[in-house]
């Protein structure tokens, strides 16, 4: 396990298990993205990949179902995965009375509800896709950021982006096949 501010310790041999777990699940690999690729997409899409996520994208770069393409994607797609999770919170909000108490006594209507998520949401560090459903906040900037498997839950622990993030999405991806869902890049 990672923790916030560890160096970054054996990650080439953690990058190495998950290019082998890749592999093995016979996942698209391309060559990693240069400095000028990375900076062109935080820029083009207003947010910073965290250390660790910077690192193996530099290394490696999949992009087989599931995987954005961060190189060569089609950014309309690239951008509805950057939205998805707050569509799916707004989803929730409509249909599951989901509701913040940090975001005060929810409005009666539900425009005004979601103005007020948008607003509060907007404050929050972005969302990076990372495999399928799978994303990782572009704040802290450092190494070992906690991951949200699912819109509203983030894990309790923080765990590298090549270790429990792939690992867990490639187990998926044994068990059920390809990922059911239609996010590509």
């Not at 690239?78 to 929730?92: N, S, T």
């Not at 991951?147 to 991806?173: A, C, K, Q, V, W």
Request: aromatic fraction near 10%; hydrophobic fraction near 35%; glycine fraction near 8%.
């Amino acid at each position: 396990m990672f923790h916030h501010g560890e160096p970054m310790l054996h990650f080439n041999d953690e990058i190495r298990r998950s290019v082998t777990l890749l592999r093995s699940h016979s996942i698209r690999i391309e060559d990693g993205l240069t400095e000028q690729e990375l900076a062109n997409c935080e820029e083009r899409f207003d947010f910073r990949f965290p250390l660790d996520l910077r690192e193996f994208l530099q290394i490696v770069l999949p992009t087989g179902q599931g995987f954005p393409n961060w190189r060569c994607g089609d950014e309309a797609i690239l951008r509805e995965r950057l939205v998805w999770p707050f569509e799916g919170m707004a989803f929730d909000i409509e249909h599951n009375s989901f509701w913040l108490d940090g975001w005060g006594v929810r409005p009666s209507g539900l425009p005004e509800a979601i103005a007020v998520a948008r607003r509060h949401v907007g404050t929050a560090p972005k969302l990076i896709p990372v495999f399928s459903h799978r994303y990782l906040p572009d704040e802290p900037t450092m190494a070992g950021n906690p991951f949200s498997p699912y819109i509203r839950r983030t894990s309790s622990t923080t765990e590298r982006i090549s270790g429990t993030i792939l690992n867990r999405s490639l187990d998926h991806m044994a068990r059920d096949g390809m990922p059911g869902n239609s996010m590509q890049s």
